[in-house]
């Protein structure tokens, strides 16, 4: 299978996976991983070190590395590795700073090359700050954890209440395993102080927008199905519940998949970025 075939190329030779790589490429969440960023892997699986400019090298081995932890499952390392790989290509381009340009940061780089209009389409330029918000995000990976179950916790209540009164109660047993489990993490951290002090306001909202945006999209639309039985009565909402129940228990699993959303998504995100930062020349293997 191709798939299989560019795979090999790209994560075949690493030390843990050449020994096993048949059974490794055939496990069904390394498949989904890769037919989730597809068309990176079919690019990626044509790179060849020693075909390209050292500087290019220096941006795409970060990169390959970002694409090879995320189909490995190391997600936290896949995102900083992808990230890295934007910032050093910023750094090239940028050269050295004019005067009054501020550089004392990832985000300060990006407003530099933007001024510059070294990217101008939006999408990029909002998919360079994503990217940006995702790689401070990890940096204080040691209270990420703490901080999605806070997050979490919070957006349940705040669908709840969202809810007409008379469902409230019905709704909140299909939710119980959920909300058990989130409670139960929580009480994990009952050891340890409130930590969100040590972060600064605005990465820390970012933070949340970035949990709660993928609790929306990846879980919300599913779960509170409102619209779909908006007027139809009691009957229409308990049709609902069985399917409830299995998002529920899909879900128990949040914080990872919080974790691979945004490696994935960082992985496309530093790709739009690259395109227009080297005019569609860097891909070029």
């Not at 995320?70 to 900083?80: A, E, N, P």
């Not at 395993?177 to 951290?189: G, S, T």
Request: with cysteine; glycine share 4%.
């Amino acid at each position: 299978m191709p798939l299989e075939e560019d795979l090999e190329k790209i994560i075949g030779k690493i030390w843990f996976v050449k020994n096993n790589f048949e059974s490794i490429v055939k496990h069904e969440l390394v498949m989904k991983r890769a037919e989730s960023v597809k068309d990176v892997v079919t690019l990626m699986a044509h790179y060849d070190p020693k075909k390209v400019k050292f500087d290019h090298r220096l941006i795409l081995d970060n990169f390959t590395g970002g694409l090879q932890h995320y189909l490995t499952g190391y997600d936290l390392y896949s995102i900083h590795l992808s990230s890295r790989s934007l910032e050093v290509a910023c750094l090239f381009k940028v050269v050295s700073p004019v005067k009054g340009e501020r550089y004392s940061s990832f985000g300060d780089l990006c407003k530099i090359v933007t001024k510059r209009g070294l990217v101008k389409q939006k999408g990029t330029v909002d998919a360079a700050w994503n990217v940006i918000n995702r790689r401070n995000m990890t940096v204080h990976d040691a209270l990420l954890e703490q901080a999605v179950l806070w997050v979490y916790d919070d957006w349940l209540k705040d669908k709840l209440k969202e809810l007409p009164r008379e469902y409230r109660p019905l709704f909140s047993s299909a939710l119980n395993p959920l909300m058990i489990q989130v409670r139960n993490k929580l009480k994990q951290f009952d050891s340890l102080p409130d930590l969100r002090w040590y972060i600064r306001t605005e990465p820390f909202e970012t933070t949340k927008k970035l949990i709660v945006d993928f609790l929306e999209q990846i879980i919300g639309r599913m779960l509170f199905p409102l619209k779909s039985i908006e007027g139809k009565g009691i009957m229409a909402f308990l049709s609902q519940i069985p399917k409830v129940i299995d998002i529920a228990k899909m879900s128990l699993r949040y914080e990872a998949d919080f974790l691979e959303y945004s490696a994935r998504e960082n992985i496309k995100d530093v790709k739009i970025v690259l395109e227009e930062l080297y005019n569609s020349k860097l891909f070029k293997f």
